[in-house]
């Protein structure tokens, strides 16, 4: 077939799935290009067989006859919506149909299942602990009983010496055989006492043992039910790759490209849901590719390329992981191009940008906006770059790396895991606080001695396989509330866990590695959602909550925020001041531009803008409290609309919103010279200072950190509005 009739194909889908929607919506018999479409298939169809249209014709009525008398469809049962096929001659296999929303309902009560199983045992376990103390006691209490024989034995025969001598003094007599008949009932209940708790004792042996034998086959049930769960709620990638056939064969044909999409690991199985999240991330990269990856013809010609350029989209399994690679044998990504670029946005100090190595010069491509072209094509660079794409592998717990050789393409790497239930952890005390690493992102633990690190700027490094590594305090890094940063000790050990993200590492200083444990990942609430450095809540085997880390969020702190946080073992105390309070400062404001505004006679009008209903929720009490006139938006679009109706005088926004990003929302208001004059509030949990400068570049006037306190924000409002009252 030539192209021409594969965009007749694809036409006649396109016009179907209109028909389709059009059905949905209650509009029915609604067309496009039904007619013509029509005629263009009879045509092709004349064309391809050579026949007439009355022949076409008879041909048509052949088959709508032969249609009429289909095959006995498989019976349907319409109450428990089972449909039955014979699989072999004699064998029928049965299938039950299951609303997603009912696989992952069972799936969240396996898992806590399986949570409540490691429960049950750490409650058993503790059990099984006092046994032996009461096994213990209870010989004690058999040494007791001796020792009391003993003492009845001595009191007896001293009894019998003074007999003679007793005879003259009867009540002295009375006395001594009834002290000797209470010791003998004393140590004939105590015999009672410890037969009774032997025979209890062996009871509860047995009955632990009972429990242990019970225990293990709930426990191999529980995980065969949530690893079967599981495995019901994975589909081939299959799925996923047969939808960027179009898409890419339409961006190739449209911007004069030609492609061949290569697939590879199509029968590789991953969660139906996380199928679902890397659609998009992919599609994007795909386009990426495309536009800035994949030659023109005549481009590859003059390289000695073939004219068709290759983007291979494969899928492999490793372990509990599914690794994704999208590769293209285009141009490759412009290092240098790169790094002026960042140069030039103010991310990085010529001076360092050139002691950046490739790796790490890439990491600029996930910073929002960033974009090496200088126009903006509708195929992509259209203000939503690669930090669009990193944002929504990493809300599905996975990471993505770039590499990259001139000439000869680049490697989008994406690993994520098979499902995002239970999970492996590793336990850690932080200053009397225990925390849960995500094993995905450990990479391995040793005790680290701080006369072996290197030191270089105020800064340690631990020579890691090779490679010079960060090493980071975490309980400093977390800044826990009510504790004083902690200056590291020469002479002592810490334990260490090196940590990875993207291809980059990090030690990490620990209190106390307390255990691995398995897991269940719980979200936060809207309320919690942008606690720093955290990504979630776990209830633990003995009941106690723990906050999850967010590892790729420290790494990426650490490498793009250049902390300080380990002057404490320099010795120089002023310098150590500086440096944490330059981090813990939760609010920094831009030189301001726009004038002051007096409000007169009017509540001053401030427009709230972030995704979370907690937090619009929050500010719209507080500042509605302090006699402001408050409205609020959901994202950027929702904003603007506020803006085109009316005026404000001051706009606080989130960063990382739907739809709209706070970055967009910002650009789009600078650019109009009727809100030249409104003062921009940034109020965001990121606390990166690249993410700082970008926003106060983009034309934002403060910058203030979550969480804050509500005189830093009131504060910040101050300085740009002032009230007069008539």
Known sequence: FSQEVFDLFFSIVDEIEYIVDQLSEGHRGKTRNYSQLITRLEQLYQDLTGLKR??????????SVEAKAPSQPPPVDSFTSETVRETQPGLKETYVRLR????????NEASELVINQTQLKTQLDKFKYYLPHIELESKNLQNIQWYLNTILDEERRLYESLQAQLEDHPTLKQKQEEQLENLRRVIQNLRLFSNKLMQTLQGIKESTRVYDESLQKITRLGAQIHSEIIQARLVPMSLLFRRFHRPLRDLARKFNKKIRLQLEGESTELDRTLIEELYEP??????????????????????????????????????NFVTLTVRDDGRGIDIEKVRQKAVALNL????????????????????????????????????????????????I????RIQTQPDLGTQFTIRVPISLTVTQAMLVEISGYVYSIPLIQVEETLNVNLEHLKSRDEQRYLLHRGIEIPVYHLSNLLQLHQVKPKPLSLTGEYPAIVVQDEGRRVALLVDKIVQREEILIKSLGPGLQNVKFITGGSVLADGKVVLVLDVPEIIREIVTGRHHLNHHASGNKSGSREAVESVTATSVAAQVYRRKRVVKGRKPRILVVDDSASIRKFLSNLLGLRGFEVEMAKNGFHALEFLNQQDFDLMITDLEMPQMSGYELIEQVRAEDRWENLPIVVLTGRASKHIQQLTLDLGADAFIIKPFKETELLDTIQVFIETEDK
């Open 54 to 63: 009355e022949e076409a014709e008879e041909a048509e009525e052949v088959i």
């Open 397 to 400: 717990k996975g990471d993505i």
């Open 100 to 107: 997603v929303q009912q696989l992952d309902s069972l799936l």
């Open 348 to 395: 990085i100090e010529p001076k360092q940008a050139k002691a950046l190595s490739e790796q790490e010069v890439l990491e600029f491509l996930f910073y929002p906006g960033f974009t090496t072209k200088e126009d903006v094509s509708e195929l992509s660079g259209r203000g939503v770059g690669l930090d669009a794409v990193q944002r929504q592998v990493q809300k």
């Open 282 to 319: 992919i599609l994007h990269i795909l386009r990426n590719a495309i536009d800035h990856g994949i030659e023109t013809p005549e481009e590859r010609k003059k390289k000695g390329k073939p004219e068709e350029g290759i983007i291979l989209l494969s899928a492999t399994h490793d372990r």
